[in-house]
T-cell receptor
Framework: AQSVTQPDIHITVSEGASLELRCNYS??????LFWYVQSPGQGLQLLLK??????LVQGIKGFEAEFKRSQSSFNLRKPSVHWSDAAEYFC???????????FGAGTTVTVRA | SAVISQKPSRDICQRGTSLTIQCQVD?????MFWYRQQPGQSLTLIAT?????????ESGFVIDKFPISRPNLTFSTLTVSNMSPEDSSIYLC????????????FGPGTRLTVL
C-alpha cells in the first residue's frame, strides 16, 4: 500500500545536540517530498522540499534533508538543536499529476536544556 | 509566500449545530484545500475547494457534512454541519500558489471543540 512512514513518534534531544528525523515512503514513483513543522498551537510551516536534482536540500531554520532513492527515504537533519525547535514535524509526499499531499503521522521533538 | 488567514481561530460549539470557517488568501492561488487534524493526529485531506464549482471530496468525507464554497480565487469556506464531539479537531486550509510544485502553504488553523 502507498504510505508515508515516520518511524519515530517522539524524540528527545539535548539543546545543542544534533537531530535526525526519519521519513520513508512507499510509492511506485519518486514523489515530491516535503518537511513541515508545527509549533504548539500554530499552523504548518514548510521547512524544505525536494522535487529533483541535488539530493541534499537546504531549508529554513538551519534544517537540511537528504533524499535517498535506494532507501525511499527523506530524512531531516539539524546539526545543533535550539530550544525553539521543539515542535511536531511532518513529512509529506505529493505527485506531479495532482496537487494533493499525503502526510506521515508526525514526530514530536522535545528539547531538553 | 501567500499570507493565509482563517476565521475563527477557535470556537466551542454545541452538539447538533454548524460552524462555518473562512479562509482568506492575500493573492490569487491555484488550489485551495481543507484538512482536518484530530487531537494528536496527522493531517487528513477533507477536500479540494474548486473555484466556481463543487468541491472534490476525499474518501470518508461527504458534502452534506462538510459543505465547501470557493466563490473566487482568494476565498473559501468550510462548514462543519450537525456537529458531534467527534468533530473536535483543528481545521486547516492550505493553498498552492500559481506556478507552485505541490508545495502547500497553510493557514493558522481553526481549533474546534464540540461539547
Amino acid at each position: 500500500a502507498q504510505s508515508v512512514t515516520q518511524p519515530d513518534i517522539h524524540i528527545t534531544v539535548s539543546e545543542g545536540a544534533s537531530l535526525e528525523l526519519r521519513c520513508n515512503y512507499s510509492y511506485g514513483a519518486t514523489p515530491y517530498l516535503f518537511w513541515y513543522v508545527q509549533s504548539p498551537g500554530q499552523g504548518l510551516q514548510l521547512l524544505l522540499k525536494y522535487f529533483s536534482g541535488d539530493t541534499l536540500v537546504q531549508g529554513i531554520k538551519g534544517f537540511e534533508a537528504e533524499f535517498k532513492r535506494s532507501q525511499s527515504s527523506f530524512n531531516l537533519r539539524k546539526p545543533s538543536v535550539h530550544w525553539s525547535d521543539a515542535a511536531e514535524y511532518f513529512c509529506a509526499v505529493g505527485f506531479s499529476n495532482d496537487y494533493k499531499l499525503s502526510f506521515g503521522a508526525g514526530t514530536t521533538v522535545t528539547v531538553r536544556a | 509566500s501567500a499570507v493565509i488567514s482563517q476565521k475563527p481561530s477557535r470556537d466551542i460549539c454545541q452538539r447538533g449545530t454548524s460552524l462555518t470557517i473562512q479562509c482568506q488568501v492575500d493573492s490569487q492561488v491555484t488550489m485551495m484545500f481543507w484538512y482536518r487534524q484530530q487531537p494528536g493526529q496527522s493531517l487528513t485531506l477533507i477536500a479540494t475547494a474548486n473555484q466556481g464549482s463543487e468541491a472534490t471530496y476525499e474518501s470518508g468525507f461527504v458534502i452534506d457534512k462538510f459543505p465547501i464554497s470557493r466563490p473566487n480565487l482568494t476565498f473559501s469556506t468550510l462548514t462543519v454541519s450537525n456537529m458531534s464531539p467527534e468533530d473536535s479537531s483543528i481545521y486547516l486550509c492550505s493553498v498552492v500558489e500559481e506556478g507552485g510544485y505541490n508545495e502547500q502553504f497553510f493557514g493558522p488553523g481553526t481549533r474546534l471543540t464540540v461539547l
